[in-house]
Nanobody, 125 residues
Framework: VQLQASGGGLVQAGGSLRLSCATS?????MGWFRQAPGVEREFVAA????????AYADSVKGRFTISRDNAKNTVYLQMNSLKASDTAVYSC??????????????????????WGQGTQVTVSS
């Protein structure tokens, strides 16, 4: 499974960005993670292959929305009301799986076998 993330950039606090992750295989659960300098990789959001199930980190609930267009084999992360603390390199990850386990299962990076390159998101305060 190949993944290609895009859409990062520089935005002012309160602004919005939409990240995209193109995948070569749509039969995957997908996740977004982020990592700031000196900080461990952090779970952001996940979505099932069918789009029925989603999961979010508490820090982004109500501000970020994960979605997917399986016709385009693309997963999106719409990020609104951005804060300086959202500044990080965002990476998408995939797990070959059509089902959905408990949401907590998908918050761990080790559950994903495939990773795309990161895209930098910088939020200026």
């Amino acid at each position: 499974v190949q993944l290609q993330a895009s859409g990062g950039g520089l935005v002012q606090a309160g602004g919005s960005l939409r990240l995209s992750c193109a995948t070569s295989n749509g039969k995957t659960a997908m996740g977004w993670f982020r990592q700031a300098p000196g900080v461990e990789r952090e779970f952001v959001a996940a979505i099932s292959a069918s789009s029925v199930h989603t999961a979010y980190a508490d820090s982004v609930k109500g501000r970020f929305t994960i979605s997917r267009d399986n016709a385009k084999n693309t997963v999106y992360l719409q990020m609104n009301s951005l804060k300086a603390s959202d500044t990080a390199v965002y990476s998408c990850a995939a797990r070959l799986e059509m089902s959905w386990r408990s949401s907590n299962y998908y918050v761990t990076p080790n559950q994903y076998r495939y990773w795309g390159q990161g895209t930098q998101v910088t939020v200026s305060s």
